[in-house]
Nanobody, 117 residues
Framework: QVQLVESGGGLVQAGGSLRLSCAAS????????MGWYRQAPGKERELVAS???????NYADSVKGRFTISRDNAKNTVYLQMNSLKPEDTAVYYC???????????WGQGTQVTVSS
């Protein structure tokens, strides 16, 4: 197991930027899958972005070109750079770590992102 702590959320105007951080309690070297999910009120949790140990990234269509996921194994941290934010990006954002895509999930507590129009 690993403990994950998200930070960097807050209130931002439409068009603004935020960078979310996910700090792990131990090395993330063994986690091939690192991802960011979000859940808006009344909506299902959805995968926003993911990155593998090899650096392969995937993004939800709704955030392509605006969000960038990255990982820094030396700092045990995964980042989500969010640019050109829209009100529909408002949600609680959660960090997720798995050794492989089919392995047990490790979740953070979430960080609130609110984008005003």
């Amino acid at each position: 197991q690993v403990q994950l702590v998200e930070s960097g959320g807050g209130l931002v105007q439409a068009g603004g930027s935020l960078r979310l951080s996910c700090a792990a309690s131990r090395s993330i070297f063994s986690f091939n899958f690192m991802g960011w999910y979000r859940q808006a009120p009344g909506k299902e949790r959805e995968l926003v972005a993911s990155i593998t140990g090899g650096g392969t990234t995937n993004y939800a269509d709704s955030v392509k070109g605006r969000f960038t996921i990255s990982r820094d194994n030396a700092k045990n941290t995964v980042y989500l750079q969010m640019n050109s934010l829209k009100p529909e990006d408002t949600a609680v954002y959660y960090c997720n770590a798995r050794v492989t895509i089919g392995s047990m999930s490790n979740w953070g507590q979430g960080t609130q992102v609110t984008v005003s129009s």
